[in-house]
Each structure stands twice: as C-alpha cells, then as structure tokens.
C-alpha cells in the first residue's frame, strides 16, 4: 500500500534486548551505532521501535514493537530497516520468511549497523540472509543445550536457578541468604492461612509491611501472594522442569506443588511439612471470584433425610425477617407430596453447633478426635521420609564425588522424590490438618467470634465434618440439639453420651431419627 502522498517514508531502526548482561549490548548502545549509520547516509526522518526484555528466540512470546514496525512496512510507511545484526532481528528460519514475505512486495531494504545490507528483494540477499539465519539458529540452539547442562548440574548440586530471588531471601553470588523481615513475614502468612486467613488478607498485611514482588516491585496482590507461599524455596527445596523453545511438549510446566522437589542448600524459612500443609490448603479451597459464602453452615451442612447439602435462605413471616436453613426434594417420590424437607430458623442451629464446637477444644483430649479411626501409621512414614532424604544427601554427594554416573542420578533421585511425594500426600490428610487444627484452635468462644466466616468454616469442616438437620416435627418444636447431629472425625456423635444428661438427650435423638427410619451412627 503506498504511503499517503504527504507522508513521507520512514528510515526504521529496530532495537532489541533480552536481558541486560556483561556481553550484552543496550539498547543505548544499540541506537547510538544505527543513528550514525543514518547520519552517514543522510537518513534523516527516523523511527525507533524498542523491544525491551523480549527473546526473539521463542515464537511464542510476541515482540510488541517487531508486529508495529511490520505492520507499518505493510502499509507503505517505511523506506528501509536499520537494525544492528541481523540475531537482533530474526533467530528463527520461520520468522525471517515472513520478513521476506512482508519486505518484498516493497521492496524495503535492511541495513545492520555492525555489517552490511541485506538485500531481501534479490534471490542471492535472500540466500544470504537463510544461510545467516541457519547460523543464528544453530547458536541459540546450542546456548539452549549449555543453559540446560548448567541448570542440571546446578540442581543435582541443591543450587538455585534463576536470576531473580525468591522472596524471603536475597541473592547474591549464586547464593541465597535469608531476609529476617521478609522471613518473618512468610511465617506469619503460613499460620494466618491455617487458621483458615485469606491470601487477599496476607496481601494487603505484605503491602502494608512495605514488601513488593521481587521481579516486578510492585505491591502484593493475592496471585503473587500464594506464588511466594506454594514457593518450594522457602522450604529449602527447590523445582526443575527442564524446557526448551525446540520441544515444545517439554513446555508444559505442572504447579510448583505438583512438581518434583530437590533439596537446596540454603537455610529454609519454614519446614517441609508446613509447606505441604500450606499448599494443601491453598490448592484446595480455591474458589471462583465472587463466590464467597457468608454463613456457617451452608454447603456444610446436610438433610438428614436425603443426604442432600443444606442451602441457606431468608424467610418473612409477620413482617419478620430471618435467616433459615432449607433442603427442597427436586424429585418426590409420589405425586402431590411436598417438596420441602424442612425450613428452619439458622441462628439458633449455628449457635449450639457452635457451642458443641467451642466446648471441643476446651477439652483436655482435643486431640483425640483430630484424625479419623485409621489412618496411615505416622512414625513409620515420618522415619521413612527421614531415610530417604538422607538417601538422596548420599547420592547428591556420590556424584559429586564423580563415584556415579549422571544417569545414575536422575534414576535414583526420580525413585526417591516420587516415594517422597506419596508419603507427603499420605500424611497431608491426617498429621498436617491435625497440626493445623491444632494451631488455630481458638482458646475460648470470644476468640470464635472474633474469628472471620471463612475460618469458622475452616474449624468447622475439620472437627465436625457431617452436621445433620432433621425436621423438627412437633409443635411446639423440640430443642435444637434434638434435630441436629454433630459428629466429629471419628464418627462420634456430639456431645458424647457420658453423663445422664447427654444420656437421656442421645435417647431424644435417637427417637427422633427414628421417626424418620433413620439411625444414629
């Protein structure tokens, strides 16, 4: 298309840079050597595109001013392009055809700073610049074979990868070091998600602290929150997932918590379990935006006589407004028959489950009813993981001391850190959500209320995972304690019936299921 008739041509300079290093050339440098080179042609009428931080290398990731400066050459702006060498603007065969493609038609020269023009509209240009690109493309596959040994070697070492340290440490030299503030605040964060806290909440308390994310130094926000949280590094472990821009299968990078861990030999801000634990409960209560439930019971709660979730709702009656807990049958059995199970009043059931509840961790065996009946045997698995890890210390050092092959140690560490892995999710279930239950149990009932929704419902769904709602019946209504069954991790029903009073309540509860053929477990 040609260029609008008062619109003259454009001489383009292209600058690039992936990242700023010791060998690199900037970008002022870079323009400085493109600006002369106008100068002594008697380009005067420039225009500058700047790829900061951009690989030219990987198809994928789009280059901003590259698509612009393109688009202006399809559209007759551009006289010639003026770029420094030609690795500067195209690494890969594929993308100089499309430049050839898109240069041709107007016949727009290149010109490189550091070299000589490259003819793109002649046959021998063209051979010239495939056979430059055939060079430029064999060395960044090479750079990419060196950086992947390196890393290798580094991690088979327990060294960190990367060049932008994890939060909680600086970097320096290869080496990570602890940052007391920034440690401190990472073990505050751990215990305020297992006492059921928000990443939102953990967040704002970093930003207000004065932390940032240490690549971008912006202020926390909930995403990069849980990356700093579910980051093995501050365990003292670390993850490897070898990619490379030539296999693009080997790309597809799994969650750092689904990943194989290899320990480092930096000092960790928290310990093993703790971050398990801490993963576990980040990946698993994930929910959509705008889904936050307000109130204790809903979705936890379940009718007695269907099993179904109970919903939590409003109802009016005489100008009175309250909240109640209802399950509707969508399928009745008979004709006519009435869909709703119960509708009934919620406060006076969310204060006696909260008062089984409190009572709970006043009692001298809490822990007793943490953990299900049976479960995996916990020293053993402890002193296996222990074994195990000192294994893999063995075998790092074997290789180091060259007593092993490479091979070798990728077999033997790939066994190890799968066993490990089972082992740490066989325990997720049982020791960490006891520890954490036992953290953030709360001493009295003042410290409940003062509790966030979303904690209580924490503590709920771990000491009193099935609560069941039956339909009062009579009228006048029974006590709620009547129609509604709390039971704990091993199956008990609560309170316990140890004195005569619970006794003669377990009688009450027993006849009233039974009015609906159901049994207490």
Same mark, same amino acid.
């Given at each position: #298309?040609?260029?609008?008739?008062?619109?003259?041509? !454009?001489? =383009?300079?292209?600058?690039? +840079?992936? $990242?700023?290093? @010791?060998?690199?050339?900037? +970008?002022?440098?870079?323009?400085?050597?493109? #600006?002369?080179?106008?100068?002594?042609?008697?380009?005067?009428?420039?225009?500058?595109?700047?790829?900061?931080?951009?690989?030219?290398?990987? =198809?994928?990731?789009?280059?901003?001013?590259? *698509?612009q400066m393109l688009a202006d050459v399809r559209a007759? +702006?551009?006289?010639?392009?003026?770029?420094?060498? @030609?690795?500067?603007?195209?690494?890969?065969?594929?993308?100089?055809?499309?430049?050839?493609?898109?240069?041709?038609? &107007?016949?727009?020269?290149?010109?490189?700073?550091?070299?000589?023009?490259? @003819?793109?509209?002649?046959?021998?240009?063209?051979?010239?610049?495939?056979?430059? &690109?055939?060079?430029?493309?064999?060395?960044?596959?090479? $750079?990419?074979?060196?950086?992947?040994?390196?890393?290798?070697?580094? !991690?088979?070492?327990g060294k960190p990868l990367g060049t932008v340290r994890p939060f909680g440490y600086t970097y320096a030299a290869g080496k990570l070091t602890v940052v007391p503030e920034e440690a401190e605040a990472i073990r505050w964060a751990v215990e305020h998600v297992m006492r059921g806290g928000t990443v939102s909440d953990v967040a704002r308390e970093w930003t207000r602290r004065g932390h940032t994310v240490p690549k971008t130094k912006g202020p926390y926000?909930?995403?990069?929150?849980?990356?700093?949280?579910?980051?093995?590094?501050?365990?003292g472990h670390l993850q490897y997932q070898p990619t490379t821009i030539l296999s693009p299968e080997e790309s597809k990078r799994v969650p750092v918590w689904k990943a194989e861990l290899i320990k480092g030999t930096w000092e960790p801000i928290i310990s093993r379990e703790d971050w398990t634990t801490v993963v576990q409960v980040l990946t698993r209560t994930r929910s959509k935006a705008g889904?936050? !439930?307000?109130?204790?019971g809903a979705g936890i709660f379940v009718c007695g006589l269907c099993g179904g979730k109970v919903r939590s709702g409003w109802t009016t009656v005489k100008g009175r407004k309250f909240r109640n807990y209802k399950c509707v049958d969508s399928k009745p059995v008979t004709a006519g028959a009435s869909r709703m199970h119960f509708s009934l009043k919620a406060d006076p059931i969310d204060d006696y489950v909260t008062d089984v509840l409190t009572s709970m961790l006043q009692r001298e065996d809490f822990a007793d009813f943490l953990s299900p009946q049976e479960g995996p045997d916990r020293p053993a698995l402890e002193a296996e993981r222990k074994e195990l890890e000192e294994e893999l210390?063995?075998?790092?050092?074997?290789?180091?001391?060259?007593?092993?092959?490479?091979?070798?140690?990728?077999? &033997?560490?790939?066994?190890? *850190?799968?066993?490990?892995t089972e082992i740490d999710e066989a325990l997720a279930g049982t020791v960490e959500q006891e520890e954490r239950a036992a953290r953030y149990a709360p001493a009295s009932r003042e410290q409940w209320e003062n509790s966030t929704i979303e904690q209580q419902r924490l503590f709920l769904r771990d000491l009193l995972p099935v609560v069941r709602i039956f339909p009062a019946g009579s009228n006048p209504a029974p006590s709620v304690p009547v129609y509604v069954h709390?039971?704990?991790?091993?199956?008990? +029903?609560?309170?316990?019936?140890? &004195?005569?009073?619970? !006794?003669? #309540?377990?009688?009450?509860?027993?006849?009233?299921?039974?009015?609906? @053929? $159901?049994?207490?477990?």
């Amino acid at each position: #298309m040609p260029p609008h008739p008062e619109q003259p041509r !454009v001489t =383009a300079i292209y600058l690039r +840079l992936s $990242k700023l290093t @010791d060998r690199s050339v900037s +970008l002022d440098a870079q323009l400085a050597e493109c #600006m002369a080179l106008c100068e002594r042609n008697g380009w005067a009428n420039v225009r500058i595109y700047r790829d900061e931080s951009r690989t030219a290398s990987n =198809a994928r990731r789009k280059r901003a001013a590259y *698509e612009q400066m393109l688009a202006d050459v399809r559209a007759g +702006l551009v006289e010639r392009i003026v770029c420094r060498d @030609d690795d500067r603007l195209v690494r890969q065969p594929i993308e100089l055809e499309g430049l050839i493609n898109t240069l041709e038609p &107007g016949s727009v020269p290149v010109w490189f700073a550091a070299g000589s023009e490259l @003819d793109l509209t002649t046959s021998r240009g063209r051979e010239n610049a495939r056979i430059r &690109g055939a060079i430029a493309r064999g060395e960044v596959e090479r $750079k990419s074979e060196r950086q992947k040994s390196s890393n290798r070697e580094r !991690v088979t070492k327990g060294k960190p990868l990367g060049t932008v340290r994890p939060f909680g440490y600086t970097y320096a030299a290869g080496k990570l070091t602890v940052v007391p503030e920034e440690a401190e605040a990472i073990r505050w964060a751990v215990e305020h998600v297992m006492r059921g806290g928000t990443v939102s909440d953990v967040a704002r308390e970093w930003t207000r602290r004065g932390h940032t994310v240490p690549k971008t130094k912006g202020p926390y926000s909930w995403p990069s929150a849980k990356g700093a949280l579910t980051n093995p590094y501050i365990c003292g472990h670390l993850q490897y997932q070898p990619t490379t821009i030539l296999s693009p299968e080997e790309s597809k990078r799994v969650p750092v918590w689904k990943a194989e861990l290899i320990k480092g030999t930096w000092e960790p801000i928290i310990s093993r379990e703790d971050w398990t634990t801490v993963v576990q409960v980040l990946t698993r209560t994930r929910s959509k935006a705008g889904n936050y !439930v307000k109130y204790l019971g809903a979705g936890i709660f379940v009718c007695g006589l269907c099993g179904g979730k109970v919903r939590s709702g409003w109802t009016t009656v005489k100008g009175r407004k309250f909240r109640n807990y209802k399950c509707v049958d969508s399928k009745p059995v008979t004709a006519g028959a009435s869909r709703m199970h119960f509708s009934l009043k919620a406060d006076p059931i969310d204060d006696y489950v909260t008062d089984v509840l409190t009572s709970m961790l006043q009692r001298e065996d809490f822990a007793d009813f943490l953990s299900p009946q049976e479960g995996p045997d916990r020293p053993a698995l402890e002193a296996e993981r222990k074994e195990l890890e000192e294994e893999l210390e063995a075998l790092t050092a074997s290789y180091g001391l060259r007593r092993i092959r490479l091979t070798q140690l990728e077999t &033997g560490t790939a066994a190890i *850190e799968k066993r490990l892995t089972e082992i740490d999710e066989a325990l997720a279930g049982t020791v960490e959500q006891e520890e954490r239950a036992a953290r953030y149990a709360p001493a009295s009932r003042e410290q409940w209320e003062n509790s966030t929704i979303e904690q209580q419902r924490l503590f709920l769904r771990d000491l009193l995972p099935v609560v069941r709602i039956f339909p009062a019946g009579s009228n006048p209504a029974p006590s709620v304690p009547v129609y509604v069954h709390a039971y704990d991790r091993r199956g008990r +029903l609560r309170p316990l019936p140890v &004195g005569p009073d619970e !006794v003669e #309540m377990f009688q009450h509860q027993e006849a009233h299921a039974g009015r609906y @053929d $159901k049994a207490i477990d």
